[in-house]
């Protein structure tokens, strides 16, 4: 008897298992892959008067890693179910924060990127969106000892930003 139930409790749960067609993640994905396979993930080009030279890289790398470690999505040159293409629009610094003496004591560094998302499984989906990010510095550093690590986490911030905003569809 108990082996009859076992059986059956096993047959129950993997007719579950297999009969569940959308994945839900703990990172907030949530992707019907029995409609949506595929992702095009095109490289976004720095299109800011000021540069950093390895922040377009940094940035498109993050971008793939992002839906490859998050999704099941197969990532395409061409023709994918979703499409993801855009541009790095503006980098820039500011002053934050003023001492006492009225020199600056902190400076913002920000980064804004333009997004075009096309689903091409569910077309009201589809947006044109620019997401930012920012952080700060003492000025007792100089930008290129902390630009790095700055940008690193600016581009983590962007890059779950458009994640959320494509893929999480909460």
Excluded at 61 to 80: C, E, P, S, W
Excluded at 110 to 131: A, I, L, Y
């Amino acid at each position: 008897m108990r082996l009859i139930m076992a059986t059956a409790l096993v047959c129950i749960m993997s007719i579950a298992a297999v009969s569940c067609s959308i994945s839900y993640k703990f990172n907030g994905a949530s992707i019907d892959y029995t409609k949506t396979k595929t992702i095009q993930l095109a490289d976004f080009p720095v299109r800011s008067s000021y540069v950093w030279g390895p922040m377009a890289s940094i940035f498109n790398n993050q971008l793939k890693d992002q839906f490859a470690n998050n999704t099941r999505l197969i990532q395409v040159k061409r023709n994918g179910d979703l499409k993801i293409e855009g541009e790095i629009t503006q980098y820039s610094q500011r002053n934050k924060a003023v001492t006492a003496e009225g020199s600056s004591a902190q400076t913002e560094l920000s980064m804004t990127v333009n997004v075009r998302f096309t689903n091409n499984v569910n077309h009201k989906e589809d947006f044109e969106r620019q997401f930012t990010a920012s952080a700060t510095y003492e000025n007792t550093q100089s930008l290129s000892a902390v630009q790095e690590e700055l940008v690193t986490q600016m581009v983590k911030e962007i890059t779950d930003q458009i994640f959320n905003a494509t893929v999480a569809n909460w």
